[in-house]
């Protein structure tokens, strides 16, 4: 047996007798929450494999469920219906159908349709109808044997529903104006196997009637009658045994299901290990630890699964999965001139907005590093840009640099361009020409950003010590020497920090450009969030998107792991 060294016994005594200080009701508890997180995580892995992964062996029933959703964004109505589990084809097969309501009348006959699927909606008498659409055609088909009705009738056609929940589109349709009776002739084909038929109003989906479809067993089928009491529009579509609402809602909620089941695991392990004491550390950890999990990490997982998907804006049907289609498109099709475009113009405006920062910045801090009223107050003037918010700011300089939309069509120039005509230059036109549109958002960048790196270095350079600057006085250095050899190394750290959260801000700019020139004149402008922005909400392509923003993350990434390893190997941080 492997003899424990000494840490590793001293480890082993304390979690033994942090187990016997374990109450019985605690365990007890432990085991509730572990049974209980393993119950909520399945669900919501059933649900996240349905939906957003859309695992194939559950296509069948994600299908319905979106075609639901489909059907109740189109009506206005809650999701409703339930499964039918034999996928497209329920089973029901329908030969004859009619109603009356008071005066009016109307039937129709599968034996005076063609078999196949070429028509999109079959139309009979009095507006009774089975409707179909671009993506379902109604099947009609041709039985083995002929069909002897109740009613005398011998037919060898029939028109089958398919199983895609209580669809208007793709069921029995009629619109009436009193109430009355439909009657249907219908059989279920699956082997000893009934099926349900619900008659639903269209006004608010709501079942009005339902009868059940026999098996076929070779007598005549008999007459299924569905009564309604008013006017309206109806249609009649199979049911099964399983509502669709409840795992249209699990689908919905599924990762906020899972997330709380693994935590309810944890939990329960945790109570079987450790006392109640040391539990409340972690009780006032999790809430933080849940948000990031469901605010930002998940986001960014499920970017990734989007930008292998057809997904739009628009899209409230199932997502197909493409492959790399989308990332093929970025880097070898069309995308690609766009993406390298946008990624320069993004990298031009980050290199200026980093020199900004950092030259601004500390030379700012050098001239207002003094210790009296009149510089506290010129520091809070320059500082005050960072509070105010970027579209404000931006507002105001569109008319300080003139652009179209804010100054009218009855003004010519900006108040810059104003001033500097008096003094006999002509200002070239800032945001609307494309050679100076970028230095325009840069103007407005600098007013906002050269102000907070002041503050920062200027807390940084009155933390150095003075005795530095006496030495270096008395060895007969200069203040530019001071500057070099002391000021500016003693503050990389804080050159370091700057760097960093400037690259990263500047990299994922888009208010400022958003409201001055939203990426124009052209693509003068078009920095890569921007870029990203107009793909999901302007062109509708969220997978394309998604697949920009998987690969400008990747970028920020790198650069950012880059900067920081460099940082570890010249930057010191003694003082």
């Known amino acids: 047996m492997k003899k424990l060294t000494p840490d590793k016994q001293w480890k082993a005594q304390q979690r033994q007798l942090e187990q016997r200080h374990i109450s019985r009701a605690q365990r007890a508890v432990g085991i509730v929450l572990i049974v209980l997180g393993v119950l909520i995580a399945a669900i919501g892995l059933f649900g996240w494999l349905a939906g957003d992964l859309q695992f194939s062996p559950l296509r069948a029933l994600s299908d319905q469920v979106f075609s639901a959703r489909e059907t109740a964004q189109s009506t206005g109505t809650g999701v409703t219906g339930s499964f039918d589990l034999n996928g497209e084809d329920s089973g029901v097969h329908v030969?004859?159908?009619?109603?009356?309501?008071?005066?009016?009348?109307?039937?129709?006959?599968?034996?005076?349709?063609?078999?196949?699927?070429?028509?999109?909606?079959?139309?009979?008498?009095?507006?009774l109808q089975f409707p179909g659409t671009k993506d379902y055609m109604t099947?009609?088909?041709?039985?083995?044997?002929?069909?002897?009705l109740a009613n005398g009738m011998e037919l060898t056609r029939s028109v089958?529903?398919?199983?895609?929940?209580?669809?208007?589109?793709?069921?029995?349709?009629?619109?009436?104006?009193?109430?009355?009776?439909?009657?249907?002739?219908?059989?279920?084909?699956?082997?000893?196997?009934?099926?349900?038929?619900?008659?639903?109003?269209?006004?608010?989906?709501?079942?009005?009637a339902e009868a059940m479809a026999p098996a076929a067993d070779g007598s005549p089928v008999a007459a299924l009658t569905f009564a309604f009491d008013e006017g309206g529009t109806y249609y009649l579509s199979t049911k099964g045994d399983i509502p669709i609402a409840p795992l249209s809602a699990i689908m919905n909620i599924a990762i906020i299901l899972l997330i709380v089941g693994i935590v309810l695991i944890f939990n329960g392990f945790m109570m079987l290990r450790q006392r109640w004491e040391s539990m409340k550390d972690l009780f006032c950890v999790e809430p933080a630890l849940i948000f990031f999990l469901l605010f930002v990490y998940y986001p960014v997982i499920d970017m990734v699964r989007i930008s292998f998907t057809?997904?739009?804006?628009?899209?409230?049907?199932?997502?197909?999965?493409?492959?790399?289609?989308?990332?093929?498109w970025l880097f070898n099709q069309s995308g690609a001139k766009y993406f390298w475009e946008s990624l320069r113009i993004t990298a031009t405006y980050t290199f200026w907005e980093v020199a900004i920062t950092l030259v601004g910045g500390i030379l700012l801090a050098l001239l207002f590093n003094r210790m009296s009223r009149s510089f506290n107050f010129m520091r809070a003037i320059v500082f005050m840009p960072k509070y105010i918010a970027v579209s404000t700011s931006a507002i105001v300089f569109m008319w300080i640099l003139y652009s179209p939309a804010a100054a009218g069509a009855n003004q010519s120039e900006g108040i810059l361009n104003y001033f500097l005509s008096l003094f006999g230059i002509t200002g070239p036109h800032w945001l609307i020409d494309s050679s100076t549109a970028l230095a325009g958002v840069l103007i407005l960048t600098a007013w906002r950003v050269v102000g907070y790196a002041m503050m920062i270095y200027l807390s940084a350079m009155q933390g150095i010590p003075q005795d530095y600057y006496e030495a270096a006085r008395i060895?007969?250095?200069?203040?530019?020497?001071?500057?070099?050899?002391?000021?500016?190394?003693?503050?990389?750290p804080t050159t370091l920090f700057l760097l960093v959260t400037t690259f990263i801000a500047s990299m994922k700019v888009f208010q400022s450009v958003d409201v001055m020139t939203a990426g124009g004149p052209g693509t003068a402008t078009n920095v890569m969030v921007m870029w990203i922005y107009n793909l999901t909400f302007s062109d509708f392509r969220t997978a394309r998107g998604a697949a920009v923003s998987v690969v400008f993350f990747l970028i920020l990434l790198v650069c950012t792991m880059a900067t920081m390893k460099y940082s570890n190997k010249n930057v010191n941080y003694d003082s």
């Open 310 to 328: 057809d997904m739009g804006i628009l899209t409230t049907g199932r997502q197909n999965f493409v492959g790399w289609q989308n990332y093929n």
């Open 475 to 492: 060895d007969g250095a200069d203040g530019v020497q001071q500057f070099r050899f002391i000021t500016v190394p003693l503050l990389a």
């Open 139 to 148: 099947n009609v088909v041709d039985e083995d044997a002929p069909v002897t």
């Open 160 to 208: 089958k529903l398919p199983g895609e929940g209580n669809s208007k589109y793709r069921s029995l349709k009629f619109t009436v104006e009193s109430a009355g009776t439909l009657t249907v002739y219908a059989v279920s084909s699956l082997a000893d196997s009934d099926r349900r038929l619900v008659l639903y109003s269209a006004k608010n989906g709501a079942a009005v």
């Open 95 to 127: 030969f004859y159908a009619e109603y009356t309501a008071g005066e009016e009348a109307g039937t129709i006959c599968a034996q005076d349709f063609e078999p196949g699927e070429s028509k999109k909606s079959l139309k009979g008498e009095g507006g």
